[in-house]
T-cell receptor, first 109, second 117 residues
Framework: GQQVMQIPQYQHVQEGEDFTTYCNSS?????IQWYKQRPGGHPVFLIQ?????EVKKQKRLTFQFGEAKKNSSLHITATQTTDVGTYFC?????????FGAGTTVTVRA | SQTIHQWPATLVQPVGSPLSLECTVE??????LYWYRQAAGRGLQLLFY??????ISSEVPQNLSASRPQDRQFILSSKKLLLSDSGFYLC????????????????FGEGSRLTVL
């Protein structure tokens, strides 16, 4: 069945630095969604990408959907302490939304 | 506006005891409803989904069951809990779906943290 893999599993970032988390699927996706879960909280929707090669920005966050629609990335610039949490990608194929294991981000002030 | 409520927030249960987690959605009609489980440091595993009253589909064989007695009510149950049932259970809903395909935003409840001892 479909699997969505995320790397890295953990990301320790110095405040002010940039980082990228990656999401890869074993099959072509119809769309991909990204969620953020703060420590102790529940996942909150960030964005959905549908088109091949699509790029969307939300302030310091840049989301990209690969040309083959099998991978995606989230790039955060000038990391802040408010960026702490776990970022999940979720791929939709064959009528199932499969979540990756997430990238847990910690920030050093 | 739509809201989702999930309870209890925290639960500590002995092995072999029953379980009932409840989820209700307000401000919308005929949502698709989902139960996910999140083990520590892991992703979200889909357990059950429902596209309508009385309709339940199971994704993972286990000793859990789900029911949808009303349009906006989703219940997760177990007759006898196992140690492996410990985890963070999340109820979620969406209006934008085709079958199980979620074509829009998925809204999560605040979760129920279950510890089985």
């Amino acid at each position: 069945g479909q699997q969505v893999m995320q790397i890295p599993q953990y990301q320790h970032v110095q405040e002010g630095e940039d980082f990228t988390t990656y999401c890869n699927s074993s099959t072509t996706l119809s769309n991909i969604q990204w969620y953020k879960q703060r420590p102790g909280g529940h996942p909150v929707f960030l964005i959905q990408l549908v088109k091949s090669g699509e790029v969307k920005k939300q302030k310091r966050l840049t989301f990209q959907f690969g040309e083959a629609k099998k991978n995606s990335s989230l790039h955060i610039t000038a990391t802040q302490t408010t960026d702490v949490g776990t970022y999940f990608c979720a791929g939709d194929n064959d009528y199932k939304l499969s979540f990756g294991a997430g990238t847990t981000v910690t920030v050093r002030a | 506006s739509q809201t989702i409520h999930q309870w209890p927030a925290t639960l500590v249960q002995p092995v072999g005891s029953p379980l009932s987690l409840e989820c209700t959605v307000e401000g919308t009609s005929n949502p698709n409803l989902y139960w996910y489980r999140q083990a520590a440091g892991r992703g979200l595993q889909l357990l059950f989904y429902s596209v309508g009253i009385g309709q339940i589909s199971s994704e993972v064989p286990q000793n859990l069951s789900a029911s949808r007695p009303q349009d906006r009510q989703f219940i997760l149950s177990s007759k006898k809990l196992l140690l492996s049932d410990s985890g963070f259970y999340l109820c979620a809903w969406t209006l934008e779906a085709f079958g199980l395909a979620i074509t829009g935003e998925l809204f999560f409840g605040e979760g129920s943290r279950l510890t089985v001892l």
